[in-house]
């Protein structure tokens, strides 16, 4: 079975940090592209982050660039986003999403078809 797991999700006040994992069972995840989105009750999945397969290049979106870090083990199967100076906003249900490329990823979420179930973070004082 292919799988995509989210874990690391959970409450923390403004200003705080979280690190956010996405494991792969059943596939390697060295031949994938991962992207990063997170959608809030009532507004639209917006994408985050994404890390590419090959000589990692990693993209950002805007609302996050210099707050959210993309890395991979792949030797854990594992991709994750380290998340500093988190803000209400940041507030979402986060997922993990695959794609079998290699040199670039990308930021729109219609190119990627294996997603994890999320996890929840919300950031309140």
């Known amino acids: 079975q292919q799988q995509l797991v989210e874990s690391g999700g959970g409450l923390v006040q403004p200003g705080g940090s979280l690190t956010l994992s996405c494991a792969a069972s059943?596939?390697?995840?060295?031949?994938?592209?991962i992207g990063w989105f997170r959608q809030a009750p009532g507004k639209e999945r917006e994408a985050v982050s994404c890390?590419?397969?090959?000589?990692?290049?990693?993209y950002y979106a805007n609302s996050v660039k210099g707050r959210f870090t993309v890395s991979r083990d792949n030797a854990k199967n594992t991709v994750y986003l380290q998340m500093n100076s988190l803000k209400p906003e940041d507030t979402a249900v986060y997922y993990c999403a695959a794609e079998r490329r290699f040199v670039w990823c990308t930021l729109g979420a219609g190119h990627y078809d294996r997603w994890g179930q999320g996890t929840q973070v919300t950031v309140s004082s």
């Open positions: 890390i590419s397969s090959s000589d990692p290049t990693t």
């Open positions: 059943g596939f390697s995840l060295d031949d994938y592209s």
